[in-house]
């Protein structure tokens, strides 16, 4: 069957530091991979998209790999500060208008 | 960028009543729509997609009677959640997305059914 899997505990880090946040899939062949911040009591919003034959992408203090033979995407932030804490998603899509979505993990960086 | 428009953001209605939850794309149209549900500390899940002129195609235990999508233009999907029972408290979320890929979320309609 198909899983996306993302890791359920918490990843605690100092801030200043890089966090990397993992993405494993199975039994999925997607032409695109998202990443999405959530706010508690709020919608999701998009960061990154990626895009199978990109192996990596980055915007500001973001980076995301997608490495379709490990069948793993990783999300970078750098410099990571308070205000990064949040629950990251992210979402596997086959190009049929469809994003099925991770677990999610949460971020949380103190200062 | 694209923004997506839900509402109400919260809403507190009694067992056996029905509630109408909104979704707009404000500067863009969507001919889909996907309306998603989440528990506390859950990631979401799909309810249906929403098609605009046609019916909405629902997922696998998901009650189409009970919970009613109409897609009757471009930048406007409702979701009715008819005969509210408790177990039907939750978030819910509505998406869109334009045709570069991304899906634009609607803030979310947080709803407790007493």
């Known amino acids: 069957s198909q899983k996306i899997e993302q890791n359920s505990e918490a990843l605690n880090i100092q801030e200043g530091k890089t966090a990397t946040l993992t993405c494993n899939y199975t039994?999925?062949?997607?032409?695109?991979l998202q990443w999405y911040r959530q706010d508690p009591g709020r919608g999701p919003v998009f960061l990154l998209l990626?895009?199978?034959?990109?192996k990596e992408k980055r915007k500001e203090r973001l980076k995301v790999t997608f490495d379709t033979t490990l069948k793993q995407s990783l999300f970078h932030i750098t410099a990571s500060q308070p205000a990064d804490s949040a629950t990251y998603l992210c979402?596997?899509?086959?190009?049929?208008?469809?994003?099925?979505f991770g677990g999610g993990t949460r971020l949380m960086v103190k200062p | 960028g694209a923004v997506v428009s839900q509402h109400p953001s919260w809403v507190i209605c009694k067992s056996g009543t029905s509630v109408k939850i909104e979704c707009r794309s404000l500067?863009?149209?969507?001919?889909?729509m996907f309306w998603y549900r989440q528990f506390p500390k859950q990631s979401l899940m799909l309810m249906a997609t929403?098609?605009?002129?046609?019916?909405?195609?629902?997922e696998q235990g998901v009650e189409k009677d009970k919970f009613l999508i109409n897609h009757a233009s471009l930048t406007l999907s409702t979701l009715t959640v008819t005969s509210a029972h408790p177990e039907d408290s939750s978030f819910y979320i509505c998406s869109a997305r334009p045709y570069t890929g991304e899906l634009f979320f609607g803030e979310g309609s947080r709803l407790t059914v007493l």
């Open positions: 929403s098609n605009e002129g046609s019916k909405a195609t629902y």
């Open positions: 990626i895009r199978e034959n990109e």
């Open positions: 039994n999925y062949s997607p032409a695109y």
């Open positions: 979402a596997l899509d086959n190009a049929g208008n469809m994003l099925t």
């Open positions: 500067d863009f149209q969507a001919t889909t």
